[in-house]
């Protein structure tokens, strides 16, 4: 069956570094745009990053630009979230999801034909 996992979350002081994985079973990820969401407390659902599977184009958050950087790992069927000067208003549990396609919409990256969601990890930035 198709499952994706999230992993490398935690408790880091602002300032610091995290990098998330998602880790496919069940499908191969470099057949398709993988995204990055998160949802802080109280707060909707938010594309922050993702990675199209045709040209490997990626595309990120007016929030997080700069800052974060995604890629993948096709011997590991994994994606990553590189998140580098990680702020309070970046915690949230974050989510990654398997899609046929991505871009941006109004500075917001989305995906299109969604296939899988993973169950999400959560990330705190405090001192």
């Known amino acids: 069956q198709v499952q994706l996992v999230e992993s490398g979350g935690g408790l880091v002081q602002p300032g610091g570094s995290l990098r998330l994985s998602c880790a496919a079973s069940?499908?191969?990820?470099?057949?398709?745009?993988i995204g990055w969401f998160r949802q802080a407390p109280g707060k909707e659902r938010e594309g922050v990053s993702c990675?199209?599977?045709?040209?490997?184009?990626?595309y990120y958050a007016d929030s997080v630009k700069g800052r974060f950087t995604i890629s993948r790992d096709n011997a590991k069927n994994t994606v990553y979230l590189q998140m580098n000067s990680l702020e309070p208003v970046d915690t949230a549990v974050y989510y990654c999801a398997a899609a046929r396609g991505c871009g941006v919409v109004a500075g917001v990256p989305v995906v299109g034909y969604l296939e899988v969601w993973g169950q999400g990890t959560l990330v705190t930035v405090s001192s």
């Open positions: 069940g499908l191969t990820l470099d057949y398709y745009a």
């Open positions: 990675i199209s599977r045709s040209d490997g184009s990626t």
